[in-house]
C-alpha cells in the first residue's frame, strides 16, 4: 500500500465517513434514546449502531476486498486471511455519550497486515477531529474547513500531565500516580481516545491502563495518532501492540507517553 494512495485517496474518504457518521451520533445525542447492556457488560445505544451501519456500508462500498473488525458487528475472524482491515469503534465511551459529558469519539483505523497504517478520531461534540498516516506526521483539525495542523507531543520531562478514565481507574493505576508524583503535577479525568489524542497534541503526557477491558478498536486509531505524533503506545511493560489479533482484548493494558523514559508504568512494574 502506497503512502501516496492512503493520503490522497483512502486518507481524504475515511474523513468524509467520519464526518458523516458524526452528524448520525449527534441527531441522537440531541434527542432522547435509552441503552442496552451487552453480553460483556458494556453498554450500547442506537446511535452506536447506526454509526457502525454507516460507516461499515460506505467503507465497504468504496474497498469491497478489505476486512472490518467494529464494536457492534460480529467477527466472524475471517479478517484474520485479509491484507488490509478496519478497525473501528463507532462510539468510543459510550458511557460518556450516555451521560451526557461530550468526552465521546469515532475511531476509524485502517491496519495493513498487523500494524495500523491510518487512524482517524473524530469528536462529535466539539467537531474537532485528529488523524494520521504512518511515516505522514499527525494531525488536528479544529473543525470541518479548517486547515489541518500537524500536532507533536510535548518535550517535558517532569511537571507531566496524567490522564486517566473517568469510568475505570483502578488500585494499580492509582498506585502508579502516588508512586512517581514528583513528576506529575496534575491529573485529569477525561474519556475515551480523547485522552491519547491530547498527549500527541502536546497537551498532557501519560496515560496508562492495567486492565483488560479495552480491545483493539478502543486503541488502534489512537495508537497511530500518537506515535506519528513523536509519542509511544504499548503495553504497560514496553512491548508493541499489534492488530488484527484472535483476541481483541488488550489483556495487559496500555501505556501512552510522549518521551520513552515517561513510561512509568513500566517502571512501576519493574520495581514492584
Not at 495493513?112 to 497504517?117: F, L, Q, S
Not at 506519528?228 to 501492540?241: C, K, L, Q, V
Not at 501512552?256 to 513500566?266: H, V
Request: hydrophobic fraction near 35%; include cysteine.
Amino acid at each position: 500500500m502506497s503512502r501516496e494512495w492512503l493520503i490522497n485517496e483512502v486518507l481524504p474518504y475515511a474523513i468524509d465517513v467520519a464526518y458523516g457518521a458524526s452528524e448520525i451520533i449527534m441527531n441522537v445525542y440531541h434527542s432522547g434514546f435509552e441503552y442496552e447492556i451487552k453480553s460483556d457488560d458494556s453498554p450500547v445505544t442506537i446511535a452506536d449502531k447506526k454509526a457502525d451501519a454507516f460507516i461499515r456500508e460506505r467503507i465497504s462500498k468504496k474497498y469491497c476486498n478489505h476486512a472490518f473488525l467494529t464494536e457492534e458487528s460480529e467477527d466472524d475472524k475471517s479478517r484474520l486471511n485479509c491484507k488490509y482491515i478496519w478497525i473501528i469503534d463507532p462510539l468510543d465511551g459510550t458511557k460518556n455519550f450516555i451521560n451526557r459529558d461530550g468526552e465521546f469519539a469515532i475511531n476509524i483505523a485502517l491496519v495493513e497486515g498487523h500494524t495500523p497504517v491510518l487512524g482517524i478520531v473524530m469528536i462529535p461534540n466539539t467537531g474537532e477531529m485528529y488523524y494520521a498516516v504512518k511515516d505522514y506526521g499527525a494531525y488536528y483539525v479544529r473543525s470541518k474547513g479548517d486547515k489541518p495542523t500537524q500536532i507533536s507531543v510535548s518535550k517535558k520531562v517532569k511537571d507531566l500531565v496524567l490522564l486517566t478514565s473517568v469510568f475505570h481507574v483502578n488500585d494499580e493505576e492509582i498506585a502508579v500516580a502516588n508512586k512517581y508524583r514528583e513528576y506529575i503535577k496534575e491529573e485529569r479525568k477525561v474519556g475515551s481516545a480523547i485522552k491519547a489524542c491530547l498527549i500527541a497534541r502536546g497537551l498532557a503526557e501519560v496515560s496508562f491502563r492495567f486492565n483488560a477491558n479495552t480491545k483493539e478498536w478502543d486503541t488502534c486509531a489512537p495508537q497511530i495518532i500518537v506515535e506519528e505524533a513523536g509519542g509511544f503506545f504499548t503495553e504497560p511493560n514496553g512491548n508493541p501492540i499489534t492488530y488484527n489479533r484472535v483476541d481483541v482484548y488488550n489483556r495487559n493494558g496500555f501505556s501512552i507517553y510522549n518521551l520513552e523514559e515517561n513510561n512509568y508504568a513500566k517502571k512501576y512494574l519493574e520495581n514492584k
